[in-house]
């Protein structure tokens, strides 16, 4: 006598845990994008135009204008 069988067919999801399970798919599909995006590089809008286009930091800049 078997006590512990499978059931027949999976539980299916209510209402609510359907509704929370999609929220949770598409705030990690949405912040997966947003992370491939970031890691992209690619700007939204040009530099502005009175940006020196240099790397180097404004504590660097202060020092080799003095």
Request: aromatic content about 0%; cysteine-free.
């Amino acid at each position: 006598m078997a006590r512990h069988r499978r059931p027949a067919h999976p539980a299916r999801l209510t209402g609510e845990a359907a509704r929370r399970g999609l929220a949770l798919t598409l705030a990690g599909a949405s912040a997966l994008t947003a992370t491939v995006l970031a890691v992209a590089g690619v700007p939204a809008a040009p530099p502005a135009p009175d940006r020196i286009p240099t790397g180097g930091t404004s504590d660097v800049a202060q020092l080799s204008r003095e």
